[in-house]
């Protein structure tokens, strides 16, 4: 049974910091990558998809996916209180085409004006 | 709207109710999921659709769930003989190849 996992947190940052999310997995074969945000009461909101080991950035968002220590990780640069949300990592596994997407309990990150 | 569609939004059932609930996905999309979240937890796979096969459905779901989706258009997810320990979130979800998009939700109270 593949599993992703994140620390529950809460993880609290002060406004304008970096906050680092963190992400680990079982599936050695894992290729896809998501980070979704969701706010409280709301469904979860695709923010960053990554596929391949090394850094992609979007705006604010950095994500890095290192395939040989199993981790994935979501960097939130110039952290603003409107980025108060619980952060979810998931993936499809080994297949991307042929395999259920997994997430993880999510981190719930907290940013302090 | 061009983004997945949940209805209903809310509902309120009588223990032992059957309730259903209803999922529009993304036109183009070919992949279609649904999953459970309770407080606290992130989503629980219960089943997803390749078109309109159903291609896995979750050990954890007992044979009171059962979805479909005919034409591999819309799906509809059934729980019969509701229970409280059903009460969540029911999200669903719609891909093309890789990312998923999410609906609103339905939320479920059994009372």
């Known amino acids: 049974q593949k599993e992703v996992e994140q620390n529950s947190g809460p993880l609290s940052v002060p406004e304008g910091a970096i906050a680092s999310l963190n992400c680990t997995y079982s599936?050695?074969?894992?290729?896809?990558f998501f980070w979704y945000r969701q706010y409280s009461g709301k469904s979860p909101e695709l923010i960053m998809s990554?596929?391949?080991?090394g850094d992609k950035e979007d705006g604010r968002f950095t994500a890095q996916l290192n395939k040989a220590s199993q981790y994935v990780s979501l960097l939130i640069r110039d952290s603003q209180p409107s980025d108060s949300a619980t952060y979810l990592c998931?993936?499809?596994?080994?297949?991307?085409?042929?395999?259920?997407?997994?997430f993880g309990k999510g981190t719930r990150l907290h940013i302090l004006p | 709207d061009t983004g997945v569609s949940q209805d209903p939004r809310h509902k309120i059932t009588k223990r032992g109710q059957n309730v259903t609930f209803r999922c529009d996905p993304i036109?183009?999309?070919?992949?279609l999921y649904w999953y459970r979240q309770t407080l606290g937890q992130g989503p629980e796979f219960l089943t997803y659709?390749?078109?309109?096969?159903?291609?896995?459905k979750s050990r954890l779901l007992s044979d009171r769930f059962s979805a479909e989706r005919p034409k591999g258009s819309f799906s509809t997810l059934e729980i019969q003989r509701t229970e409280q320990g059903d009460s969540a979130m029911y999200l669903c979800?719609?891909?093309?190849?890789?990312?998923?998009?999410f609906g609103q939700g339905t939320r479920l109270t059994v009372v």
């Open positions: 998931a993936s499809p596994g080994r297949l991307a085409r042929d395999d259920k997407i997994i």
């Open positions: 990554i596929y391949s080991n």
């Open positions: 979800a719609s891909s093309f190849s890789r990312e998923a998009f």
């Open positions: 599936d050695r074969g894992s290729q896809s």
């Open positions: 659709f390749q078109n309109e096969a159903q291609l896995e």
């Open positions: 036109s183009e999309h070919n992949r």
